[in-house]
């Protein structure tokens, strides 16, 4: 079922969650236990992070430089098939622009499909140290709304090349959205323009980037109301879990902490698991009473706090 069927249907705050494929060398077992945590909490949905690869660089006993290619998490596509088939659960693996050919993403997508697959998040990427190299009759997606672009041909049966009586295949697509802006873009009013291509494009939903302060997300969706986006937004969250994730988030992830929950894990540094999970649960009462649909948390490999802060919310 698609994603925006399972926001219409729903008749109370449903609970959706973002995981992260192992690391290579790792086993699927990580993942299976953490959807063993999240299945009890009937999440409509979890969507399964996407990686490009990197180069890695190695010094030689000769002194010569080694370089590889890697992709440090390898299988969004297996674990999606894994969770879908397996539990019943809804899944929707993240496409990314940057390191995939389109060709590459088609085939994905067509994999996807026999998968029984509906959904999909449509992402560039981020910026990384190796670039994929273009040969002959290669095209690629540079934005997500190229990527949108690509899907929604799909739904008119138009791959990339012309073949006769094809079929189509109908996802429903979700794109990132940045209620504090996203870092490259100049000013908030640009980044709403760049999303609304994406949603003029054909994107269904908008997933936001974590945020701290519901006002903050409150205000996003009046101005892209305003700026005539009417796809549903569903807000992103995660409990802070470390003191260090006060500087690495906002680096990360362009995103602020309010001052009160600052002061407060310096004071207690101890205590920063408590005072995370505490300013969670605040954040998701409050969403959940402004009648927000969905509420979509980023677990990544750690589900354990993020479902006692849903159990103890009730
Ligand atoms: P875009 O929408 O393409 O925007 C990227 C930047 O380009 C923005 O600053 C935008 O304003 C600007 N822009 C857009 N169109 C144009 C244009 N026509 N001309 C000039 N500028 C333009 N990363 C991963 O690697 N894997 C993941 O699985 C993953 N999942 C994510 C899930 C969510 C919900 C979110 C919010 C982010 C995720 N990311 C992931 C991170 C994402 O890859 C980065 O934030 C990336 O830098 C931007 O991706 P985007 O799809 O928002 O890009």
Same mark, same amino acid.
């Given at each position: 079922?698609?994603?925006?069927?399972?926001?219409?249907?729903? &008749?109370?705050?449903?609970?959706?969650?973002?995981?992260?494929?192992?690391?290579?060398?790792?086993?699927?077992?990580?993942?299976?236990?953490? *959807?063993?945590?999240?299945?009890? /909490?009937?999440? =409509?949905?979890? +969507?399964?992070?996407?990686?490009? #690869?990197?180069?890695?660089?190695?010094?030689?006993?000769?002194?010569?430089?080694?370089? %590889?290619? %890697?992709?440090? %998490?390898?299988?969004?596509?297996?674990? !999606?098939?894994?969770?879908?088939?397996?539990?019943?659960?809804?899944?929707?693996?993240?496409?990314?622009?940057?390191?995939?050919?389109?060709?590459?993403?088609?085939?994905?997508?067509?994999?996807?499909?026999?998968?029984?697959?509906?959904?999909?998040?449509?992402?560039?990427? &981020?910026?990384?140290?190796?670039?994929?190299?273009?040969?002959?009759?290669?095209?690629?997606?540079? @934005?997500?709304? &190229?990527? *949108?672009?690509?899907?929604?041909?799909?739904?008119?049966?138009?791959?990339?090349?012309?073949?006769?009586?094809?079929?189509?295949?109908?996802?429903?697509?979700?794109?990132?959205? @940045? =209620?504090?802006?996203?870092?490259?873009?100049?000013?908030?009013?640009?980044?709403?323009? @760049?999303?609304?291509?994406?949603?003029?494009?054909?994107?269904?939903?908008? *997933?936001?980037?974590?945020?701290?302060? $519901?006002?903050?997300?409150?205000?996003?969706?009046?101005?892209?109301?305003?700026?005539?986006?009417?796809? =549903?937004?569903?807000?992103?969250?995660?409990?802070?879990?470390? /003191?260090?994730?006060?500087?690495?988030?906002?680096?990360?992830?362009?995103?602020?902490? =309010?001052? +009160?929950?600052?002061?407060?894990?310096?004071?207690?540094? +101890?205590?920063?698991?408590?005072?995370?999970? %505490?300013?969670?649960?605040?954040?998701? *009462?409050?969403?959940?009473?402004?009648?927000?649909? !969905?509420?979509?948390?980023?677990?990544?490999? $750690? #589900?354990?706090?993020?479902?006692?802060?849903?159990?103890? #919310?009730?």
């Amino acid at each position: 079922m698609h994603v925006i069927e399972h926001l219409d249907r729903a &008749d109370r705050t449903l609970f959706s969650f973002e995981i992260i494929p192992p690391p290579r060398g790792k086993t699927v077992r990580d993942i299976i236990d953490i *959807v063993e945590q999240i299945a009890p /909490v009937k999440p =409509p949905f979890i +969507d399964v992070t996407s990686h490009m #690869a990197e180069a890695v660089y190695e010094e030689l006993d000769d002194g010569s430089i080694k370089r %590889r290619i %890697r992709k440090k %998490r390898p299988g969004t596509i297996s674990i !999606c098939g894994i969770i879908q088939n397996r539990y019943g659960i809804e899944t929707v693996p993240h496409l990314l622009c940057a390191g995939f050919t389109r060709e590459e993403t088609e085939d994905a997508i067509i994999e996807l499909n026999y998968l029984g697959i509906e959904n999909v998040l449509a992402i560039r990427g &981020d910026q990384s140290n190796y670039k994929k190299i273009m040969r002959d009759g290669r095209t690629r997606n540079i @934005y997500a709304k &190229d990527l *949108v672009e690509q899907l929604v041909d799909l739904r008119e049966a138009k791959f990339l090349d012309d073949i006769a009586n094809s079929e189509a295949i109908n996802f429903c697509v979700g794109v990132g959205g @940045y =209620p504090e802006k996203h870092q490259e873009s100049p000013n908030i009013k640009t980044d709403l323009k @760049y999303l609304k291509e994406k949603v003029d494009a054909g994107a269904d939903y908008i *997933v936001t980037q974590m945020f701290f302060d $519901n006002s903050v997300f409150m205000d996003y969706v009046r101005r892209c109301r305003d700026a005539g986006i009417s796809v =549903p937004i569903i807000p992103g969250l995660k409990p802070i879990e470390s /003191v260090r994730q006060l500087s690495s988030l906002p680096k990360n992830f362009n995103i602020s902490m =309010p001052e +009160d929950l600052v002061d407060e894990i310096m004071e207690s540094p +101890d205590h920063v698991k408590e005072i995370g999970k %505490r300013w969670t649960a605040k954040q998701l *009462v409050g969403l959940m009473n402004s009648g927000t649909e !969905c509420i979509h948390f980023y677990v990544m490999n $750690n #589900a354990s706090t993020t479902v006692e802060i849903i159990k103890e #919310a009730g």
